[in-house]
């Protein structure tokens, strides 16, 4: 059983660029879960999606970030027009159905805007 | 808004020497996990508290949970190179319309050979 899978691990950016981060969550689990680290911080909790659904978005910036999981295919985290204090570590955690704290995390993208 | 600290930040031992580290929270939590987060890792899954009190065990490690469900701490036995990591606490709210986890400020372990 694969665990949480996040692509890219690594992604740069210009400013005024566009980010799109993907996530996949284990086999079975039906909860998404993003989360930013800054670094030498914790974690910050963002967005909380079922399918087709966004369940809890009060750690989303207002402006330039929105998250999906659609249907078929990953969650996807999108920035619009990148920032430099946007650079961070964006962790994706899944959970199985009826146990939401057990959220399992995948390796991360790290995004660095140049 | 709800905030979770962890004390100490950064704790520095020598190897088989004990390690604790605690987590307060401002408000009452259903239950508590704890994550271990390598450097330049991951957060991995360690263990979930929720009854009052609870202490739960593996291996070298002792996890407890506040009577009041407001504080947990993590204890470590005769720590090892490889326990290297940061070490954080997570709390979901009591009564919490959605199933987001507040985590705690970490406390960094380093333990020298």
């Known amino acids: 059983n694969a665990g949480v899978m996040q692509n890219p691990r690594h992604l740069v950016r210009r400013r005024g660029q566009e980010a799109r981060l993907r996530c996949s969550p284990m086999k079975g689990h039906s909860h998404v879960y993003w989360y930013r680290q800054l670094p030498e911080e914790g974690l910050k909790f963002m967005v909380y999606?079922?399918?087709?659904?966004?369940?809890?978005e009060s750690g989303m910036p207002k402006e330039r970030f929105s998250a999906e999981f659609p249907k078929e295919g990953p969650s996807i985290l999108r920035i619009q027009q990148v920032v430099r204090g946007d650079s961070a570590a964006y962790f994706c955690a899944s959970s199985p159905p009826g146990h939401h704290y057990e959220q399992y995390f995948g390796p991360g993208t790290r995004l660095t805007v140049t | 808004g709800q905030q979770v600290m962890q004390i100490p930040q950064y704790q520095h031992v020598q190897e088989g020497e004990d390690f604790t580290t605690y987590c307060n929270s401002s408000t009452t939590l259903s239950n508590i996990q704890w994550y271990k987060q390598r450097p330049g890792g991951h957060p991995v899954f360690l263990i979930q508290l929720v009854k009052s009190g609870e202490v739960k065990k593996q291996k070298r490690l002792t996890f407890q949970f506040g009577e009041a469900k407001k504080n947990s701490s993590l204890h470590i036995t005769a720590t090892q190179t490889t326990d290297v990591g940061t070490y954080f606490c997570a709390g979901m709210n009591y009564g919490g319309a959605t199933n987001k986890l507040i985590f705690g400020t970490g406390t960094l372990l380093a333990v020298q050979p």
């Open positions: 999606l079922q399918k087709e659904n966004i369940i809890d």
